[in-house]
């Protein structure tokens, strides 16, 4: 694939859309989804970047402001985290995407050598506005309405053709996100994985509304296309940064395929060589309807490109997501519960703070690898959280960050060696006991 670099080659050559690709090795023949057209849709594969490669399915660890939280990045390396996902709009924010670009990027600035993803800044945007923070744990009982996130002063955005208005909540100066600006944000902070700026809804907006937003986002992504060119174009002394188009259309079928076909074969107007070198799967999502959901949207796009799936980490989700062909997926749930002292494990989740664990001289996890249970007891975390000591985050953010890492590093070797149904029951039904029993 990449073998015909000739050996005369300058040491910095131009950035190239071929510095950065994706193959498939092994396709989830008998388990998962399969497409319309009987191919199966979960498969494993490698993503390459200027920094490094990817193995998937993986779990990308979050780092929002370039450092995942209470974690040295060597840390991460050790726990098996492949790349780290930042926020581009917190970045900009703090310390400034400018602050970043001169550090030499986001890597760089963070002492991170391997791969880099930033998102666009929309979900942010967006779930800062309209006062949801966790857009995967809506559910459809809340009511159907435009008008809980219509135009009104309390709100944080406000949405029109050309971008999004918003307030820092930092310190309440406005700011203004165009496809063109979070393109020009994104280079700056210098990630090898980019996403295009997406309107992101929830499921309490009307279908009218779910119309308006998809064909609004396909438009906007036109012009990160072409923004995406100039950049790339212009900044010669960086490698190739790839940009993600993300699929939106909430919960329905005829909208999500309609995203991802249009997204998979879009160019910029200008930039008519320039496509997408990847796919986001975003916004609002009911638990129960992921896996077909993702199903309908792998379907639509094409074999040899990536796609992420932005902000889930729940296990029956990952295996889901996994077997209707979703690679990678990122969320900030094991280190914000970690913080607050939920330790995943084996059997399910523990309060490290429980009284359970007082006296528990074992680590917390028999099952677990990781450097935490393999030095430390649960009495001792136990102990930590309940004197607020600094390291409780550290031990607590390895151990669930390890976790889920190997949890999706298990699943695809199960799919290498033809056990991923077996592998997924077994550990489900460890996992959700009283669901299965239901079941
Ligand atoms: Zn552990």
Avoid at 322 to 347: E, I
């Amino acid at each position: 694939m990449n073998n015909s670099v000739p050996a005369n080659e300058p040491l910095s050559p131009p950035p190239s859309p071929a510095d950065f690709g994706f193959t498939v090795e092994h396709r989830l023949e008998n388990d998962g989804e399969h497409g319309s057209d009987g191919r199966p849709l979960g498969r494993t594969g490698t993503i390459r970047t200027p920094h490094g490669e990817i193995q998937t399915p993986a779990f990308i660890p979050v780092g929002t402001k370039a450092t995942v939280k209470s974690l040295l990045p060597a840390t991460v390396r050790e726990l098996g985290g492949q790349a780290v996902l930042s926020n581009a709009y917190h970045l900009f924010l703090q310390p400034g995407s400018d602050i970043v670009d001169e550090a030499g990027g986001l890597g760089k600035f963070m002492n991170w050598d391997g791969p880099t993803f930033t998102d666009s800044g929309g979900f942010q945007v967006m779930s800062l506005g309209v006062g949801f923070k966790k857009v995967i744990s809506m559910t459809e009982n809340m009511h159907e309405s435009d008008a809980v996130i219509a135009k009104n002063k309390e709100r944080l955005a406000h949405v029109d053709e050309d971008g999004v208005t918003f307030k820092s909540f930092i310190n309440g100066d406005r700011h203004r996100f165009t496809p063109e600006i979070s393109m020009q944000i994104q280079h700056q902070l210098g990630a090898d994985i980019m996403f295009a700026f997406d309107e992101l809804t929830t499921l309490m907006n009307t279908r009218r509304y779910q119309e308006d937003s998809v064909d609004r986002t396909a438009r906007w992504a036109v012009r990160c296309l072409d923004e995406h060119a100039r950049q790339t174009e212009e900044r010669t002394h960086r490698p190739y940064q790839a940009l993600f188009g993300v699929v939106q259309g909430a919960q329905y079928e005829d909208l999500r395929r309609k995203a991802a076909s249009g997204l998979a074969t879009m160019t910029g107007a200008d930039a008519e060589g320039q496509m997408f070198d990847g796919f986001g799967i975003g916004g609002a999502i009911e638990k129960s309807q992921l896996g077909e959901i993702c199903g309908w949207v792998t379907d639509e796009l094409p074999e040899n490109k990536p796609r992420h799936l932005l902000g889930i980490s729940e296990p029956d989700d990952l295996f889901a997501a996994v077997a209707a062909g979703a690679d990678t997926f990122d969320c900030v749930a094991p280190s914000r519960q970690a913080r607050g002292g939920t330790m995943y494990s084996s059997r399910g989740r523990i309060n490290a703070k429980a009284a359970t664990q007082r006296r528990n001289f074992g680590p917390i996890d028999d099952n677990c690898d990781c450097y935490t249970c393999e030095n430390y007891t649960g009495a001792y975390l136990h102990h930590l959280f309940k004197a607020k000591e600094m390291v409780s985050s550290t031990l607590a953010t390895i151990h669930n960050e390890r976790f889920i890492v190997r949890l999706v590093d298990q699943i695809r070797e199960s799919m290498i060696d033809g056990t991923f149904a077996e592998f997924r029951d077994e550990t489900l039904g460890r996992l959700y006991p009283k669901k299965s029993k239901q079941d």
